[in-house]
């Protein structure tokens, strides 16, 4: 049973539009998301994160938003650059150790000059 | 200002043979995080290491995987009598204090196993 799902294997999106990038947990006892940013043949980058008490949380161009009603959180990215091709791993965990986190299989994130 | 350094980056090994996985670090980091990524998945935790201790295993394997972090020199993943299953990614992180909300982590460029 997969507790972070991440339903859409890639995504192409346009120089400059917005990249919408989507995730689903089960586990109600998950409390801190993460974004991870990866390219290929190399390690996953520390992108951004949210805490179960927030709803939003915004650092540049990168905003994650949280829905735990419907255990539902999205990677907002405007505007997308050709440098945001990568693939990204939303992940979570429970309060106290976020290095214990549990991961989607990643979206493909082309971004199209 | 080294990050965090695997090796080696490409390891092939025959089945039944041993491999040895090494992660060094960032500077000033004593928290070291070990995950697996299988082809075409995300990544798995397997441990959670600080100097000369193992705080969290429950991601490894009960038989054949191994690791430490001794007190000098860098953290060893060790898998021994390999299987074919065990060809993947590795990547080790590091944190400079326990990874909990508000503070990062760092991984390295992973150790890519391939057993034939």
């Known amino acids: 049973d997969q507790q972070v799902k991440q339903n859409s294997p890639s995504l192409s999106v346009q120089e400059g539009r917005i990249s919408i990038l989507n995730c689903d947990y089960t586990?109600?006892?998950?409390?801190?998301f993460l974004w991870y940013k990866k390219y290929p043949a190399e390690g996953p980058t520390f992108l951004i994160s949210?805490?179960?008490?927030?709803d939003k949380n915004e650092d540049g161009r990168f905003t994650v938003f949280l829905n735990k009603s419907a255990k539902h959180l999205s990677l907002h990215i405007v505007p997308s650059q050709p440098g945001d091709s990568a693939v990204y791993f939303c992940?979570?965990?429970?309060?106290?150790?976020?290095?214990?986190?549990?991961f989607g299989d990643g979206t493909t994130l082309t971004v199209k000059p | 200002n080294a990050g965090v350094m695997q090796n080696p980056r490409h390891l092939v090994r025959r089945r039944g043979q041993e491999a040895r996985l090494r992660c060094s670090p960032m500077?000033?980091?004593?928290?070291v995080y070990w995950y697996r990524q299988l082809p075409e998945e995300g990544l798995k935790f397997m441990v959670y290491?600080?100097?000369?201790?193992?705080?969290?295993e429950s991601g490894m394997p009960k038989e054949r995987f191994s690791a430490e972090f001794p007190k000098e020199g860098p953290s060893i993943l060790r898998i021994q009598q390999v299987v074919r299953g065990d060809s993947a990614a590795y990547f080790c992180?590091?944190?400079?204090?326990?990874?909990?909300?508000?503070?990062?982590?760092?991984f390295g460029e992973g150790s890519w196993l391939t057993v034939v």
């Open positions: 992180a590091s944190s400079p204090e326990f990874f909990s909300p508000g503070n990062t982590i760092y």
């Open positions: 586990n109600s006892m998950f409390d801190y």
């Open positions: 949210i805490s179960s008490i927030k």
């Open positions: 992940a979570a965990s429970g309060p106290t150790n976020a290095g214990k986190s549990t």
């Open positions: 500077k000033g980091h004593s928290h």
């Open positions: 290491l600080q100097k000369e201790n193992i705080i969290d």
